[in-house]
């Protein structure tokens, strides 16, 4: 049980353009999802938190109007990147939370984004 | 500012073997403690967590152990098999929030 995907694993897209990413809890409803990105050799830095139904709460210096979240079922987030450029490039992982209190998080595969 | 560390982005050991995969935190305002697995170009799996109420846990062959005075926390995997190379994270939540702050990992490499 606890599975999440992702979908795409791997994209590629042009400087300008938008990307969007999905994250799906397959087997639980996921009251909460977390967005993250690893860039080479460094640790997973969280984005965003989205609550289903709710907007999502951003981290410091992470700009909401460029990754847009939308949590609006309790088994499907998104990740928009918009007006994508190369220094977006990285490796985007999300993670869903069964319930309310629990503190695991089940992560998705990933995504790998390059921006040319 | 890095509140979890893992000072060593390393490790080999030998198949059969103790591996002890090290931990360091700044912040006491943590309530539990975790350790997932990761795979290139996969997302992290989860192994074991600790509560911070606790100083130890132990899970087949993985056993956390937590120093709270010392804010420093271990994983113990005994005994060490191929299939347990991969980098290792450890991550621990803040009180009364949803996040997980990870710490910078350690590739563990366990050779035969």
């Known amino acids: 049980g606890a599975v999440v995907s992702q979908h795409p694993s791997r994209v590629i897209c042009k400087s300008g353009t938008s990307v969007k990413i999905e994250c799906r809890s397959l087997?639980?409803?996921?009251?909460?999802m977390f967005w993250y990105r690893q860039f080479p050799k460094q640790s997973l830095m969280l984005m965003a938190t989205?609550?289903?139904?709710?907007?999502?709460?951003?981290e410091q210096g992470v700009e909401k109007d460029k990754f847009l979240i939308n949590h609006a079922s309790l088994t499907l987030s998104t990740l928009t990147v918009t007006s994508a450029h190369p220094e977006d490039s990285s490796f985007y992982i999300c993670s869903a939370r069964e319930g309310f209190g629990g503190y695991e998080q089940y992560f998705g595969p990933g995504t790998r984004l390059t921006v040319t | 500012d890095q509140q979890v560390k893992q000072n060593s982005p390393s490790l080999s050991v030998q198949e059969g073997r103790i591996s002890i995969l090290n931990c360091d935190y700044t912040?006491?305002?943590?309530?539990?403690f975790l350790w997932y697995k990761k795979y290139p170009a996969e997302g992290p799996t989860f192994l074991i967590s600790i509560s911070s109420i606790k100083d130890k846990n132990e899970d087949g062959r993985f056993t956390v152990f937590l120093n709270k005075s010392a804010k420093h926390l271990s994983l113990h995997i005994v005994p060490s098999q191929p299939g347990d190379s991969a980098v290792y994270f450890c991550?621990?939540?803040?009180?009364?929030?949803?996040?997980?702050?990870f710490g910078t990992g350690t590739r563990l490499q366990v050779f035969p």
């Open positions: 991550a621990a939540r803040p009180y009364n929030t949803d996040k997980l702050i």
């Open positions: 989205s609550n289903e139904g709710s907007k999502a709460t951003y």
């Open positions: 087997d639980f409803q996921a009251t909460t």
């Open positions: 912040n006491s305002m943590f309530d539990y």
